[in-house]
């Protein structure tokens, strides 16, 4: 029968078949002890098998699998021309996603150890993923599954260029298709890196940047799903994990975007703080550590007016309360203004630093400094942060405040320099030091030109 079979294939110039047939032939061929009628033939109908797969087509692992079993029945060298033509094969490669990618990866690996040296099918494969045209993410636990079976079927030094690889697919897809920001995708991705850290990568760093931009990005425009993951039994730890990383790696955009979610209603920031408290043994982070990032990068440059998720009446001005999410945290955590971070700096200084705040999903651009009631509250619970310079700047907190001649800046200043009217005279002798460097450097310039 094999043999009436491959005088069909041989008698068509190009014979085109699916992943079915492809594997059935093969393995007729592999299976064959008949050396009569096929001879020396059964090699170049091999290849022709392999050349035939319709373009349209990626092997699945039954295929692949049997693709082994030909290389170890006729040797590499012999069939070359026919793996060549599977996979790199350009029509083949279009539109595929992740998995594709996984999958040619997992038997390019089992080649390359069957043959006992690296072929450059791996090279090739990584850098066809990285101009992929596919933006979708298909089934993301999957994807983590995969990976992690491969890394302990191939050892991390031989899927280190893989993962990175996975992971730089990730983060680049997220800008061309929004829907790979979905929260599930970005949970099972924080759950992956995660992970990571058992093995020796040294591209762990750039994948968190990386992840951060694209978690403050999901929890944005996904507030209700976020919400729910926070909340989930199954999820909260590894969403927790996700916002620990995000707090680590994340620019002051990403902080500020992830802020507008974690205080867009009293509810999400209730539940966010319980989450933190919850899981801080199990995930290893200082609770007050945590709190107090998350309320100087990614709280106090935000207002509450906008938010319909607040109980916040009209007062007699006609004006709300911008500030009740940070009376909401420093309810619980009242310490937390006193404390100094890694800069050296309090939360006096982040609020009074701030060149503009937030109203829901705008910016006011004309108003310097956190609103005036976050300023405030900050300084009730530690008055003496008034009175301790900004490291980074170099200025007292009023000084800060006083960039912008708004009415609502001036409010600020004011009450920051009622609680020690002394530093009146530390900003006169500043700027009398700064008029006379001035000075200094004219004199020096027209003694040069004079001479």
Same mark, same amino acid.
């Given at each position: ?24 032939? %093969? ?56 793996? =060549? ?12 996603? %992740? +998995? ?5 990866? =997992? ?14 099918? %791996? ?16 089934? !993301? ?33 997220? !800008? ?29 760093? !750039? ?19 976020? #919400? ?7 999820? =909260? ?36 703080? #319980? ?15 945590? +709190? ?31 500030? +009740? ?103 006169? =002798? ?14 020096? #310039? ?6």
């Amino acid at each position: 029968m094999l043999e009436r079979v491959l005088k069909v294939v041989e008698e068509k110039k190009k014979s085109k078949f699916d992943v079915r047939s492809c594997q059935k032939l %093969l393995q007729m061929l592999v299976r064959s002890r008949s050396q009569t009628a096929l001879g020396s033939n059964r090699i170049e109908f091999v290849n022709k098998i392999l050349c035939g797969l319709s373009p349209s087509l990626e092997p699945d692992d039954q295929l692949y699998n049997m693709i082994l079993s030909v290389v170890d029945k006729f040797g590499y060298d012999n069939v070359n021309s026919g793996i =060549q033509k599977v996979l790199r094969d350009i029509t083949r490669m279009k539109d595929r996603d %992740l +998995l594709f990618f996984l999958r040619r990866a =997992q038997f390019i690996l089992t080649l390359n150890k069957a043959l006992e040296n690296e072929t450059q099918y %791996l090279d090739n494969s990584i850098s066809d993923l990285s101009v992929s045209t596919t933006k979708t993410i298909v089934n !993301s636990a999957c994807i983590n599954s995969t990976i992690f079976s491969m890394i302990e079927e191939h050892g991390w030094e031989d899927m280190a260029s893989v993962v990175k690889a996975a992971l730089s697919y990730m983060h680049r897809t997220v !800008s061309d298709n929004k829907t790979n920001l979905s929260i599930t995708t970005l949970v099972n991705r924080a759950d992956f890196i995660w992970k990571l850290h058992d093995y020796p990568c040294d591209f762990i760093q !750039s994948s968190l940047k990386d992840f951060s931009e694209d978690f403050s990005f999901g929890v944005q425009g996904n507030r209700s799903t976020s #919400t729910a993951h926070l909340k989930g039994d199954a999820t =909260q730890k590894v969403f927790m994990r996700a916002i620990c990383y995000l707090m680590d790696d994340g620019t002051d955009e990403s902080l500020k975007r992830f802020g507008s979610w974690a205080m867009s209603t009293e509810d999400v920031l209730s539940t966010l703080l #319980t989450a933190i408290t919850t899981h801080s043994t199990e995930l290893g982070y200082d609770v007050q550590i945590l +709190l107090r990032d998350l309320l100087n990068k990614c709280l106090v440059q935000h207002s509450t007016t906008s938010y319909s998720g607040w109980n916040n009446p009209m007062r007699e001005d006609r004006t709300r309360d911008p500030s +009740l999410h940070i009376q909401r945290v420093l309810k619980d955590h009242p310490n937390l203004p006193r404390m100094v971070d890694g800069d050296g700096r309090i939360t006096l200084h982040y609020a009074a630093a701030r060149s503009n705040y937030s109203t829901g999903m705008s910016r006011v651009n004309s108003i310097a400094g956190a609103p005036p009631e976050t300023i405030e509250h900050i300084l009730k619970a530690n008055p003496a942060g008034a009175s301790v310079r900004d490291p980074v700047t170099g200025v007292y907190p009023f000084m800060l405040t006083a960039v912008s001649d708004t009415i609502r800046s001036v409010s600020s200043t004011y009450s920051l320099l009622l609680a020690n009217p002394s530093l009146v005279m530390s900003g006169i =002798q500043e700027a009398d030091i700064a008029g006379s460097r001035k000075r200094k450097r004219s004199d020096s #310039t027209n003694e040069s030109s004079s001479n």
